[in-house]
């Protein structure tokens, strides 16, 4: 018989002061930083009673670190609770409950602190750290996107969706850190399950304004908005060229795009790059706008239909192998068109083509949050279950400024998920030694990310 694949153990509770997660110092280090504690405890004072012992900020925080960690419910604050030595003094379950509900209970007033308090935070960490990579007139990319979120059980507003699930619909504002990082979260609006992507304008917009006061104010004038055609609609293109932005959104391929497809010469057609500025193969990019049929390009020109200026480029690729024809694919072409505003040199039709085909990192960004517990909202409420959110959001902004803030910017852990970043680094074990009046956490030697764990600490204590 062969012999255990395992050494054999004795577990043995209680005798070593163990401290598990912690890698967690380095989320705490970013709360300091940010300065979120700070201006957090100042936003939410109002809902603080003379004689509370848990500041609401702090729960707010403590909750959001769990997510961070991989908790998936308020319930997980316990983990934190029995680690004085690293979290502090950490409230209770019922005491965290009720706080979440008087500040669920303050509505849009509450909401609005928080969100006041994120942008403060987010403008501290920018200007020790900007997080965006380097692009082509240093341009901040929001992007919105909508995506389903599954409701096991009756809750408020939930209802069936268009997946033919049952949940709901929020829609997601996210600015994007380019190829050297990873995303932050701008704005989380919770909506009902049946809303649509593409139902109308209002939702975008009040979304789209929101996400543009979450970014510091010296970055608001250089934002690119993506979307994919939910967000094509005329009052909201109408709504950007307003506010002086840029815009990259997904366009329909409808009979006028068709008829313009079939005009434009072979010549037009250029060849599209990848993501590293190579040649794609079988894949071509052309702009339609001059090539539109006369009525459809004057309606382009006119105020009270499509914004002045506005561009119509088409993208058309070979389907890969075992792929099938959509009908509004061309000649065994599959088509696809998106609508910008962005002129001027340096703009080439495949660059403008790549960067709005980069808005698919917004995907990767929504699954993050969906791992960091944005799929499963715990309360029965419908503005409990904003609240939770807003603090997904906190969560997922505490992992990027970690990141931001703790890493140079070709480090490899700046692109990291979540998933991958509590494996190596968040949930080292670790043990806590009292020397003379210090307290330190001792860090196995052998963990096989360390230097990761050490450089990132050092650089987050010298900031």
């Given at each position: 018989m062969k012999g255990s694949w395992y050494p054999r153990?004795?577990?043995?509770?209680?005798?070593?002061?163990?401290?598990s997660s912690s890698g967690a110092v380095l989320l705490r280090e970013a709360v300091r930083l940010s300065g979120l504690d700070a201006v957090l405890s100042d936003a939410l004072a109002p809902w603080r009673s003379d004689r509370a012992l848990h500041d609401p900020a702090k729960v707010l925080v403590d909750e959001a670190m769990v997510l961070a960690l991989g908790g998936d419910c308020m319930a997980d604050l316990a983990v934190l609770r029995a680690q004085p030595g690293v979290f502090g003094t950490v409230a209770s379950d019922a005491t965290a409950s009720r706080v979440l509900s008087a500040l669920a209970a303050g509505g849009d007033e509450a909401l609005s602190a928080i969100r006041d308090a994120r942008v403060r935070a987010r403008d501290r960490v920018w200007s020790q750290r900007r997080p965006l990579g380097s692009s082509l007139s240093g341009q901040v990319i929001v992007d919105v996107d909508a995506t389903v979120v599954t409701a096991h059980s009756e809750k408020e507003s939930a209802a069936p969706t268009y997946k033919r699930t049952f949940g709901f619909h929020p829609m997601c504002a996210l600015v994007d850190h380019g190829e050297h990082g990873t995303g932050e979260p701008l704005v989380l609006t919770l909506r009902a399950g049946n809303a649509s992507a593409a139902m109308g304008a209002a939702d975008h917009i009040a979304v789209l304004d929101a996400a543009l006061a979450q970014?510091?104010?010296?970055?608001?004038?250089?934002?690119?908005?993506?979307?994919?055609?939910?967000?094509?609609?005329?009052?909201?293109?109408?709504?950007?060229?307003?506010?002086?932005?840029q815009y990259s959104i997904g366009f329909g391929v409808s009979d006028p795009i068709r008829a313009a497809i079939a005009t434009i010469p072979v010549q037009a057609w250029r060849a599209a790059l990848n993501g590293d500025g190579e040649a794609r193969d079988g894949a071509q990019v052309a702009e339609l706008t001059a090539w539109m049929p006369t009525t459809t390009r004057d309606h382009l020109s006119g105020l009270n239909v499509w914004p002045v200026g506005m561009r119509i480029?088409?993208?058309?690729?070979?389907?890969?192998?075992?792929?099938?024809?959509?009908?509004?694919?061309?000649?065994?072409?599959?088509?696809?068109?998106?609508?910008?505003?962005?002129?001027?040199?340096?703009?080439?039709?495949?660059?403008?083509e790549v960067r709005h085909r980069q808005r698919a990192r917004a995907e990767d960004r929504i699954r993050s949050l969906k791992d960091t517990e944005m799929r499963n909202l715990p309360f029965h409420g419908f503005a409990h279950n904003q609240l939770w959110l807003e603090i997904v959001s906190l969560a997922a902004e505490l992992i990027a400024w970690t990141q931001t803030l703790g890493f140079h910017e070709h480090s490899p852990v700046r692109r990291w998920a979540p998933k991958k970043l509590r494996l190596r680094l968040f949930s080292v074990a670790g043990?806590?030694?009292?020397?003379?009046?210090?307290?330190?956490?001792?860090?196995?030697?052998?963990?096989?990310?360390?230097?990761?764990?050490?450089?990132?600490?050092?650089?987050?204590?010298?900031?």
């Open positions: 153990l004795v577990v043995r509770r209680g005798h070593e002061s163990l401290v970014l510091p104010a010296t970055d608001r004038a250089q934002v690119l908005v993506r979307t994919d055609t939910g967000g094509c609609s005329k009052a909201f293109l109408h709504h950007i060229t307003d506010a002086r932005l480029i088409a993208r058309r690729e070979r389907p890969h192998p075992g792929a099938q024809l959509r009908l509004t694919d061309e000649d065994g072409w599959r088509i696809t068109c998106f609508a910008t505003n962005t002129r001027g040199p340096g703009w080439t039709l495949p660059m403008l043990r806590i030694v009292h020397t003379g009046r210090r307290r330190r956490l001792h860090l196995p030697r052998d963990w096989p990310y360390l230097d990761l764990l050490d450089t990132a600490w050092t650089t987050l204590q010298t900031a």
